[in-house]
């Protein structure tokens, strides 16, 4: 089985992403924000990769229903973080902070 936890312990650009999202939901966890259309590093075909892989694992939701307004080259209001991702996030850092 796989292991999410590990997942998100071993990969830095992951975790930056869903951290991303997670520091966004910090003033209103039922907003939904745009869509991170680069990551420093970050190839777009590895970021649209990592965004699938939030989604796998429950820990980012995605909206299609009800978009703001479009503006090419951008996905508004598409993600939010789950309570499942932050409690992943919230285990990372327990884990560093007690190592």
């Known amino acids: 089985m796989f292991d999410e936890p590990q997942r998100l ?3 830095r650009d992951l975790y930056r992403l ?5 520091r966004l ?3 209103d966890p ?3 924000h745009d869509r991170l259309m680069e990551l420093q590093g970050v190839q777009s075909k590895d970021l649209v990769r990592l965004h699938g892989e939030l989604l796998a694992h429950d820990w980012i939701e995605q909206n299609t229903g ?3 307004v479009l503006k090419i080259g951008t996905v508004p209001g598409c ?3 789950t309570a ?6 919230r285990q990372l ?3 560093r902070a007690a190592a």
């Open 9 to 11: 312990r071993d990969s």
């Open 18 to 22: 869903l951290d991303h999202y997670a």
């Open 25 to 27: 939901a910090a003033g």
């Open 30 to 32: 039922e907003a939904w």
């Open 66 to 68: 009800i978009l703001p």
């Open 79 to 81: 993600y939010r973080v």
């Open 84 to 89: 499942a991702g932050h409690r992943a996030l």
């Open 93 to 95: 850092e327990e884990e």
